[in-house]
């Protein structure tokens, strides 16, 4: 069945590598690297396959009874290749950087191993087709990010890692009985197929409201939905590739994705419409992204400011799902990639600067900027994306969240983009200042934490090549989104499927 | 309920299929005393004489699925035992097969490495071979006087496999186990008496028939379960495992948890489907012990500063969940009971496979670390990956996270107590999962501590490490293939 | 039968139970076990099972009595003792508060098998009252013994007496199943004394070495 193995080959090129690495000694960084790398080029190219596949109208497909009534599905649709093409691309350059990153740290061996099985989790998660898959796969997202967060090893990393599995498994487990509810009252849901809740009738609506709402709760711990967002700054301990990858490309974004998937996929739009629900999701999302952004704030050190702007970055998503419309959809899907890129540039960037200079908090970030100036370029680039700046991705995310807000009649909304914007601008504005207008280390002035030269160029190649290549993604996604196949164009094909009956 | 019990299956005619399940019977007992006499100092020569029960055990299915299930009389004078196969009963029998050959193929290794020369280990071979042969008995009984004889051989070999270490500890937890062994044998005893005094018949066919709800049914079952469940470490007649486990051989424990008390648990099942069907109210009070079970057991484990403790509160709190099982398939709606039924089967095949191999995966870590305490795992994972990695794997099924069996069983118990409205044990199965992560990833969270004073250690035997794997990935993979044995319990005679 | 006979023989059965129970002297009680044994041969070969009377014999009295003076390690063609009588004593008291806790469970189940055995309304009276006894005796026995041999002891008290019931409800209706039963309940209760004879010897044995290294130790260091 040609229309089978696509889907698990792709699977299977990041799940057979881990017992590989495993089987590995320590020492053989070599083969090691050469696996991982050619293991993350072959997933990049059979995402493209499938995405090529899908256009041509292809369908991929592959399922087997787990139990009576229950079935374990892979179905490739186009949000699902959405996030699985974000996934690959994005696991590519963070493996080149952890490659770098991780230069001279143990347990090399064990790191790449549970990296391997986190992306493979987080194709799982994108190519399944129904509740079950989603959730096998979210739950072993939860098992293989675990040894990632407390790869450091002492007291701290290891507080973060029990904090991060308290509220991943708990909600892991409201998932996991919000799905067998559904399975009890319904069947098994494949998505796609909205009218089999949609069918109920009305007396049905008041446990569909619950059961959304437990469902919800569940997703939003990995989302990080305000007030279950409170594993994301603890984790932020852990190696800067790991915060790269919980953060912009597996395991936020799966909850959010989830979150997508519960509107579109398993409810439909007009349910939820129907059931006011878009309506909680709009001032949660609200909450979320508001509260994100005064926390940032008030943070002093860079890491844990890029972690509460994630979280409440990735409330655009939600923010965007909440709008009733086409561009509201769009919105949110084309943010969910836009933010990936943006995202997982600030980090490469957090992390070249606690690298090269042991840079960790942002008053000693001073000057910076003419020490390293790509990183630096890098981190502009994503900081305008966040504000919302023309060329950056991050301009057409909140353009069409605008418009989506005046199509869905909730004019607050542009009070909120509005506000938003002006606090991104608050917490990343400073520090662009710092990197590029105060006198720092390189221009005499201090001296920098930890120095270390690292590379040829401002630092390491491993580490720059990344941080450039997904700065200049962001850009690219913005000026050529008018272009086929770009972030905005595949946003708007699924939106369009969704949308027409 | 009692045709998926194989107990209404068509009466054999052909003498082989007799012979096949003679041979399933008695060859264990054969091996083990060879086995006895020989002493194998390495594990193929072990697995590769287990490959005959195996085969015989084939023999067997392809003769009796066909049909769904048979029934043999058997004569004895003017005593006539029944015993029958099934699916299921096949599904059990393999069971017990892989994790006796498990264990079987960990003990030279072990006993060579650790051992050495101390304790009585001739005995080990033939006392193995006698509780897979009343395991067997177990599940191919009809009729109770069969039932009693498995019943006693089991509890008798189960405990002489206990005393082997021959320490003072060993012994003293033994000791405990025999007195309640011996007491839980009467308790059962007196009720086979009430109910063949009742109604003159010990076949289980025969009484599902014949017994008429009444005071006399009332207090057999109660003096049955009473006993049986003291043996199958039910809250709260919990306390004699966890010291028996912490003085016993690791491939001892590991066949003990797995399987001995799962028997009991059989039984049990067994004659409350037989007997009392409906029995709503009796039935909740046996899920809420196995609620409480879960909860304890969890909190036990959570606190347990030694490894092994760990893993044995854990058997204490995983065996509430099947008492849990137990609520949801007697006195339920026909629906609830099928996947409840399904559920329950899985849940204890789950558990059997990740318990077994969780013990030998940690009979290889103390073996490793040399150090018994939680806490000696500090810094673990950099040099024991494998071992650790079986640890895992069986937790993972413990615990119930996806892929694994555990996780399936507990997604068909969460079906059937939500279609059942059974909103405690939802609870307690909640709370189950959560208390199980605690204390596994607490184990865990040692194996991760980077600034560990580095201790020496000692390399794990290839097979040891072997077959903790082995039964880890078998616990992994029947999640994702659970359809196949289901099929199996559903087509032979317990269809829809 | 003559009643006033069978009547003698169910009451010296229980007064045989009753001081095997009761007496401190270990040796002594395995000696009241011995004639209870007998007794209870005596007692099956009265009411007709012949066989299970021969069964008795060997496994309860000749087998059963040989593993438990093996416990004590009493060698009874030796002369006089080679230990110290005082090993032979159970020096626990019986300490009434904790033991009325665990009598609690064994009063419930003597009187829910009371009630049982009401419902039946049979013949055959004094098997079924002697078995009873038996029972209650052995259940306050366990319950509130301490010293394994003397729970052994209670253990095959309490399952004489279930033998007794056991035939008492069935024997002359379905014999085969109910000898079927009690050869099996007989061959288990002499293979778990055996186990915790063999126990008892070991720890007794691992108990003195433990003591004599202490005190070689002890001297060593002085």
Avoid at chain 1, 114 to 128: D, E, H, P, Q, R
Avoid at chain 2, 203 to 222: E, I, R, S
Avoid at chain 2, 316 to 328: A, C, E, M, R, T
Avoid at chain 3, 95 to 119: H, Q
Wanted: with cysteine.
């Amino acid at each position: 069945m040609s229309q089978a193995w696509l889907p698990l080959a792709t699977l299977a090129t990041s799940l057979l590598v881990v017992p590989l690495i495993f089987a590995l000694p320590e020492r053989a960084w070599r083969m090691r690297t050469a696996l991982n790398l050619s293991a993350a080029l072959l997933k990049v190219v059979l995402v493209a396959l499938m995405v090529w596949g899908l256009y041509q109208g292809e369908s991929y497909r592959f399922s087997f009874t787990v139990v009576q009534g229950v079935t374990f599905l892979f179905q490739v649709d186009a949000l699902g290749l959405m996030f699985a093409g974000l996934s690959s691309l994005l696991w590519l350059a963070t493996t080149v950087y952890a490659i770098g990153y991780l230069e001279d740290s143990p347990n090399r061996k064990r790191f790449f191993g549970f990296f391997s099985l986190c992306v493979a989790s987080t194709i799982g998660i994108a190519l399944a087709g129904n509740l079950f898959t989603f959730l096998l796969f979210y739950e072993l997202l939860t098992l293989s990010t675990y040894p990632l967060v407390v790869h450091r090893g002492h007291a701290k990393a290891l507080d973060a890692g029990t904090t991060y599995l308290r509220y991943t498994l708990t909600g892991g487990l409201v998932v996991l009985l919000g799905v067998v509810a559904l399975h009890v009252m319904v069947g098994d849901v494949t998505f796609g197929e909205r009218e089999m809740l949609a069918d109920l009738g009305p007396e049905a609506h008041g446990l569909l409201t619950v059961l959304f709402l437990i469902l919800l709760l569940g997703l939003g711990v990995k989302a990080a939905l305000v007030p279950l967002h409170g594993w994301l700054p603890r984790a932020m301990v852990a190696p800067a590739p790991v915060s790269a990858l919980l953060h912009a490309v597996a395991v936020v974004k799966a909850g959010a994705f989830g979150i997508v998937r519960l509107v579109y996929d398993v409810y439909g739009i007009g349910l939820t419409y129907q059931l006011g629900l878009l309506t909680l999701l709009a001032v949660i999302a609200t909450v979320t992204i508001l509260y994100g952004s005064m926390r940032a704030l008030a943070q002093q050190e860079l890491k844990p400011r890029l972690a509460f702007s994630t979280v409440s970055q990735v409330s655009y998503i939600v923010l965007g799902i909440s709008l009733f419309g086409p561009f509201g959809t769009i919105a949110g899907l084309v943010h969910l990639m836009h933010q990936g890129l943006m995202k997982v540039t600030l980090f490469y960037c957090a992390g070249n600067y606690a690298e090269e200079l042991g840079i960790h908090r942002i008053d000693q970030l001073d000057g910076a900027g003419r020490r390293m100036p790509l990183t630096s370029i890098a981190f502009t680039v994503g900081a305008l994306g966040m504000i919302g700046l023309p060329p950056v991705a991050g301009f057409i995310s909140k353009w069409y969240l605008g418009m989506g807000a005046v199509q869905a009649n909730m004019p607050w909304v542009i009070l909120v983009l509005v506000a938003s914007s002006l606090l991104n601008a608050a917490y990343f504005l400073p520090i662009l200042y710092r990197l590029w207008f105060r006198p720092g280390p390189a221009h005499g002035v201090g001296e920098w934490p930890q120095e270390r030269r690292l590379g040829r160029f401002e630092t390491s190649g491993w580490l720059l090549w990344p941080t450039v290549s997904t700065a200049v993604l962001s850009i690219l996604a913005g000026l050529l989104a008018g272009l086929p196949f770009s972030p905005l164009d595949l946003a708007s094909f699924v939106t369009a499927e969704e949308y027409t009956p | 309920m009692i045709d998926r019990l194989g107990l209404l299956a068509p009466y054999a005619t052909h003498l082989s299929d007799f012979s096949a399940m003679m041979l399933v019977l008695g060859l264990p007992v054969l091996l083990g005393v060879l086995a006895a006499c020989w002493q194998p100092r390495r594990s193929w020569p072990i697995v590769a004489f287990s490959l005959l029960p195996l085969m015989a055990l084939a023999w067997l299915s392809f003769r009796v699925l066909p049909q769904g299930g048979q029934t043999w009389l058997i004569e004895l004078g003017s005593l006539t035992l029944q015993w029958r196969a099934n699916g299921l009963t096949l599904l059990l029998l393999l069971l017990t097969q892989v994790i006796v050959l498990s264990s079987a193929a960990y003990a030279p290794a072990y006993l060579r490495e650790e051992i050495g020369s101390k304790g009585q280990q001739v005995w080990l071979w033939p006392l193995q071979g006698i509780l897979a042969a009343s395991l067997s008995l177990i599940w191919l009984a009809g009729d109770l006087l069969t039932l009693y004889i498995g019943l006693e051989l089991m509890g008798l070999a189960a405990v002489g496999l206990m005393l082997l270490p021959g320490r003072v500890d060993a012994l003293a937890a033994g000791m405990r186990y025999l007195l309640l062994a011996l007491v839980g044998s009467l308790a059962f005893l007196l009720g086979i008496a009430l109910l063949l005094g009742a109604w003159g018949r010990l076949d289980l066919v025969g009484l599902a028939l014949a017994a008429k709800p009444g005071v006399l049914l009332w207090v057999a079952v109660a003096l049955l379960s009473a006993g049986l469940l003291l043996k199958a470490a039910a809250f709260p007649l919990h306390a004699w495992l966890a010291p028996v486990h912490a003085s016993a051989w690791t491939p001892v424990s590991a066949l003990h948890a797995a399987l001995v008390v799962k028997g009991s648990f059989f039984i049990v099942l067994q004659l409350w489907l037989v007997l009392v069907p409906e029995a709503r109210v009796a039935a909740w009070l046996v899920g809420g012990l196995g609620g409480a079970a879960v909860i304890w057991g969890g909190l036990l484990a959570w606190r347990a500063a030694k490894l092994k403790d760990v893993v044995a509160w854990s058997t204490v709190s995983q065996l509430g969940y099947l008492l849990l099982g137990f609520s949801l398939l007697i006195g339920t709606t026909p629906s609830v009971a099928e996947v409840a039924w399904e559920g329950t089967w899985l849940q204890l095949a789950a558990h059997s496979l990740a318990k077994a191999g969780m013990f030998l995966a940690t009979g290889n870590l103390i073996y490793s670390t040399g150090e018994s305490h939680v806490r000696g795992l500090a810094g673990a994972s950099r040099r024991m990956p494998l071992s650790l990695l079986s640890f895992g794997i069986a937790a993972i099924s413990l615990i119930g996270l996806p892929p694994s069996a555990g996780f399936t069983a507990k997604w068909l118990l969460l079906h059937a107590s939500l279609e059942a409205g059974y909103w405690p044990w939802i609870a307690a199965l909640a709370l189950g999962t959560l208390l199980s992560a605690a204390y596994i990833f607490r184990v865990f969270r040692y194996s991760f501590v980077e600034d560990a004073e580095p201790l020496d250690y000692r390399r794990v035997p290839w097979s040891m490490e072997l077959f903790a794997l082995a039964l880890a990935l078998a616990s992994l993979l029947l999640g994702l293939v659970a359809e196949w044995p289901l099929m199996l319990l559903r087509a032979a005679g317990g269809g829809a | 039968m003559p009643p006033f006979l069978d009547a003698l023989l169910a009451l010296a059965m229980v007064a045989l139970a009753a001081l095997v129970l009761l007496d401190r002297h270990l040796v002594r009680a395995c000696a009241w076990f011995v004639a209870f044994a007998v007794s209870v041969a005596l007692t099956w070969w009265r009411v007709g099972f012949a066989w299970l009377a021969l069964l008795e014999l060997l496994l309860g009295a000749l087998l059963t009595g040989a593993f438990l003076f093996y416990a004590l390690d009493v060698k009874l063609w030796a002369g006089a003792p080679q230990v110290r009588l005082a090993r032979w004593r159970d020096p626990v008291p019986l300490t009434w508060r904790r033991g009325l806790l665990r009598l609690l469970p064994a009063l419930a189940v003597l009187a829910m098998l009371g009630m049982a055995l009401a419902s039946l309304a049979d013949a055959s009276g004094p098997l079924r009252a002697g078995g009873l006894g038996l029972i209650g005796l052995g259940l306050w026995a366990f319950a509130l013994h301490r010293h394994l041999l003397r729970r052994l002891l209670a253990f095959n008290v309490i399952g004489t007496g279930i033998f007794l019931i056991l035939m008492g409800l069935v024997g002359d209706r379905h014999p085969a199943a109910g000898h079927g039963l009690v050869v099996t309940g007989l061959l288990v209760a002499l293979l778990g004394t055996a186990l915790g004879a063999l126990l008892i010897r070991r720890l007794s044995g691992l108990e003195v070495r433990g003591v004599r290294s202490a005190a070689r130790a002890g001297r060593g260091g002085a």
